[in-house]
């Protein structure tokens, strides 16, 4: 196997593209990539302060690293969980990320700051764990965002992330969730700017680009995870991928390219993102009574969670994972 | 050779030298799904796996 840049002996083969690489073509490679993305979604410009949302996963920190060396001024942001030991564990990779980087890292802690955490708050509001926790998250996301005064938060998300997530909502043609499947949300009506530069490369990609740049993270997963309908959605898109390689980017930049402006960008389902953005059916958004983010109801979505969870008697992370 | 897998961690005996491709088809695992990694960088497909190897198979597919 040789490299396709230098003809040297390559370590990683990129199918999709009929490519193999060197350690250092390939984190070219990936860089560059990145690049391509910011500049064609038009998702940060030269000089863009950018709040990474970090997790202590191999997508998270490849983007951050990615983008600090695109000369980015980047700051980490992390979102304690309390997802027992794996949010301990996570946590842990996070700050010796940001330590051995020299970067600036944001924490919040959901346990000391909201008094719940997502064990908790999915079992006495009755909602899966992973529907609370992304609730938890985009609400701490677009604060902080706000309170920094970033120009926008970035994301993890990958081609096979986003490829899946397209494919479970073609499946049961989920129109109200499709026009947001766009790798750059703008700055709309209070809600900062969203965007997710890794949209061009692959989870094995984002690995092997963590590997080779000698980035240690979790490779155990969130325990909430298994089992989970998004996990199948990629071992089926995996078989097509190996008896066709390039069919998922197909799918997802061809969804980009002829079909994703026919869907509207807001919601009112409140397990989406920006589920509080104004919709025909009620536009006008007004600040929350509670906590000041932009809703049309009178109370926000993590108003109304954090009411019922906060201060509740704590719900240990193995009773939840034996109920879903 | 020694091989380190991963969620959950344990560590399996299999025996060397074997060629990458052969190693992850007796492990029932697809190319794309995983890395394989030693010394802390990555192994080839093409690449043969010495008797006294110690190779860790790293699944890349997070369910988030
Ligand atoms: S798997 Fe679900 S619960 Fe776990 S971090 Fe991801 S969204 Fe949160
Ligand atoms: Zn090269
Ligand atoms: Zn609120």
């Known amino acids: ?324 | 050779m020694k091989v380190l897998l991963r969620n959950p961690s344990r560590e399996v005996d299999m025996n060397g030298p074997i060629s990458v491709v052969k190693l992850l088809n007796r492990l029932e695992m697809s190319r794309q799904e995983v890395l394989v990694i030693q010394n802390g960088t990555l192994v080839p497909g093409d690449a043969m796996l010495a008797e006294d190897a110690i190779v860790e198979v790293r699944p890349v597919i997070s369910g988030g």
């Open chain 1, 1 to 324: 196997m040789k490299c396709k840049v230098c003809k040297g002996p390559a370590l990683i083969d990129v199918r999709r593209h009929n490519a193999n690489f060197c350690s250092d073509h390939f984190i070219r490679y990936c860089r560059e990539q990145v690049s391509k993305t910011l500049k064609e979604f038009d998702m940060a410009e030269p000089g863009d302060r950018l709040l990474v949302a970090v997790s202590g996963g191999k997508d998270s920190f490849a983007v951050w690293d990615i983008l600090e060396s695109l000369g980015f001024d980047t700051n980490g942001l992390y979102v304690g969980l309390g997802i027992g030991e794996y949010s301990d564990t996570s946590g842990q990779y996070v700050r010796d990320f940001a330590t051995g980087r020299n970067l600036p890292l944001t924490e919040i802690d959901l346990r000391s700051t909201y008094d719940y955490d997502v064990p908790t708050a999915s079992a006495v509001t009755r909602r899966v764990p992973c529907s609370a926790c992304g609730l938890s998250k985009r609400h701490v996301f677009d604060k902080e965002c706000r309170k920094g005064n970033f120009d926008a938060i970035v994301t993890g998300h990958n081609l096979d992330d986003e490829a899946a997530v397209l494919y479970g909502n073609v499946l049961r043609w989920q129109t109200d969730y499709l026009g947001r499947q766009r790798p750059m949300l703008p700055a709309l009506n209070g809600f900062p700017k969203k965007i997710k530069p890794l949209v061009r490369l692959s989870e094995r990609e984002t690995a092997a680009y963590c590997v080779l740049r000698g980035i240690d993270y979790l490779v155990e997963e969130c325990p909430m995870a298994a089992g989970n309908k998004h996990l199948s959605y990629k071992a089926a898109l995996n078989l097509i991928e190996e008896e066709s390689p390039g069919s998922k980017q197909a799918f997802y930049f061809g969804f980009l390219r002829d079909a994703v402006d026919r869907f509207d960008l807001t919601t009112s389902d409140p397990n989406q993102d920006r589920s509080d953005v104004a919709t025909e059916d009620s536009p006008i958004l007004s600040p929350c009574i509670e906590c000041g983010s932009p809703t049309n109801v009178e109370t926000c979505s993590f108003c109304r969670l954090l009411r019922r969870a906060s201060g509740a008697k704590p719900v240990p992370v193995e009773l939840i994972r034996k109920k879903y």
